[in-house]
């Protein structure tokens, strides 16, 4: 997810808005332009929309790595399959339709597994649900 550079943010001290980096945002090193108070919601809530971005599209993003590592093609799946996709076994299923014929490891070797590889059984991988990886690669978000 990106944001616009700089980013409108409103203090929640004095509740001045102003625009600030995003880097600085991010990192909770945003200081208020009015007030000189460390902004802490704002940064929040950009984080918090990350993880939630994140999350709502981790099916789409296994399923596009898994096309681009393993130069599978997505016309082989339905819209109603990839719909369907809740746990690791039908993404599994999905990418054996597109084409994978390739050995488990390589699919761990994707981004989206490395994110929950100490997290994670390997050997179970087919049973853990698609949503419950995204929550373990993005962690709920604490103030900095």
Excluded at 5 to 30: G, M, R
Excluded at 80 to 90: N, Q
Excluded at 108 to 124: A, C, N
Aim: aromatic share 10%; net charge negative; with cysteine.
């Amino acid at each position: 997810m990106e944001f616009i550079d700089p980013f409108p943010t409103k203090c929640e001290f004095c509740n001045e808005s102003n625009i600030y980096p995003v880097k600085e945002l991010l990192a909770y090193k945003a200081i208020c332009k009015s007030c000189g108070s460390k902004l802490i919601d704002g940064p929040l809530e950009m984080h918090k929309g990350k993880r939630s971005v994140a999350i709502e599209l981790r099916p789409a993003t296994l399923i596009w790595e898994a096309c681009e590592k393993f130069d599978l093609d997505l016309e082989c799946i339905s819209d109603e399959e990839f719909d369907d996709m809740r746990l690791v076994s039908d993404f599994l299923k999905n990418i054996e339709k597109m084409g994978f014929d390739g050995e488990l490891e390589s699919i761990l070797e994707l981004s989206s597994f490395k994110r929950v590889s100490q997290s994670i059984d390997p050997s179970k991988l087919g049973q853990y649900s698609v949503e419950e990886l995204a929550v373990l690669a993005y962690p709920e978000v604490k103030p900095g």
